[in-house]
């Protein structure tokens, strides 16, 4: 019997409960917090978050503090404080009016992150992410979960998934940091004598990090919030053409992780840039959206009324 046999199989048997495998996608991860907020109107509670990158950060908000509306307020306020704004996300197709002196103002911002970019391997202020996840998160160690929690991240620079938990002996914030320092945006994180970057590149939909902590009796429901190119738009340089690349490859790549799901949900957030916080709300809501559609599937899988 091969592996997807034996998860087929599994998922005959009624079901008790269910891991809660939360993906990476930046200003689109807001969508989380929706998922979460309807889950907790239904009475369904995780009974384990695996979370990669922004998944990692929301999820441990909430296996912190279980109070989907408290973590909602508090992820609002970090985002309009100074602390969030203080990072400079590199983006290189900001739209600006047509005025002689906005164009130079772009082309002067383009040519300096151009510059950086051949010359250094980070492009943000990675002790900045440290101080985010510190601030997020609520908690300084995973034994303060109420809600066991496991975090992706990927070994620098061999590449092996390193899943950090309450036995890896690390800082809470520190594995979030790692899960989110995206390569080229952020230096890697030192943890333990090794460095980490961001989970999402090995993992960007940690379903099958999640089946592989699941007991036989619990469901996998991965929340996708990845990315996905218009169908209307061909990239207008090379930056643009590898950028489309590597959102073809992560799409296929989510694509075979959601077989690890027995639920997958997926608010429409897939054309929101990475780099987008601007509009919470609206993310957010697509969460709720999304997850009001997969509740009758869920509750029945799950034996509920």
């Known amino acids: 019997m091969t592996l997807f046999d034996r998860i087929f199989a599994g998922r005959q048997q009624q079901k008790s409960g269910f891991v809660l495998a939360l993906g ?22 995780p009974d384990v978050i695996v979370g990669s990158s922004i998944g990692a950060l929301f999820g441990a908000m909430y296996a912190v503090n279980p109070d989907a509306r408290m973590v909602i307020r508090r992820a609002e306020e970090i985002l309009a404080s100074d602390l969030f704004n203080s990072i400079e996300l590199p983006v290189l197709d900001e739209e600006e009016d047509d005025s002689w002196l906005s164009r130079l103002a772009l082309a002067a911002k383009q040519t300096l992150l151009y510059t950086k ?34 975090v992706t991240a990927v070994q620098f620079p061999g590449g092996e998934c390193k899943l950090f938990s309450i ?10 940091a790692a899960s989110m320092a995206i390569p080229g945006v952020f230096d890697p994180v030192l943890i333990g004598g090794r460095k980490y970057v961001d989970g999402g590149v090995a993992s960007e939909l940690p379903s099958k990090e999640a089946r592989m902590v699941a007991r036989p009796d619990q469901l996998v429901v991965a929340v996708n919030v990845g ?42 957030v897939s054309f929101t840039q990475w780099h987008d916080f601007s509009n919470p709300e609206q993310e957010i809501d697509r969460g709720r959206q999304a997850a009001y559609e997969q509740m009758p599937r869920l509750i029945e899988m799950l034996g509920r009324k």
């Open 24 to 45: 990476g996608g930046g200003g689109r991860g807001l969508a989380h917090l929706g998922v979460l907020e309807v889950l907790e109107e239904h009475h369904l509670k």
């Open 117 to 150: 970019a051949a010359t250094d391997t980070s492009l943000a202020d990675t002790n900045a992410l440290v101080d985010i996840a510190f601030g997020f998160c609520g908690g300084d160690s995973f034994a303060d979960a109420k809600i066991p929690l496991f």
């Open 167 to 176: 036995d890896s002996g690390v800082k809470l914030p520190c594995a979030i």
């Open 227 to 268: 990315s996905r190119p218009r169908p209307d738009e061909e990239p207008a340089n090379v930056y643009g053409m590898l950028d489309w690349s590597s959102e073809i490859k992560s799409l296929y790549l989510r694509r075979y992780s959601k077989e690890y799901a027995d639920v997958v949900i997926e608010p429409l």
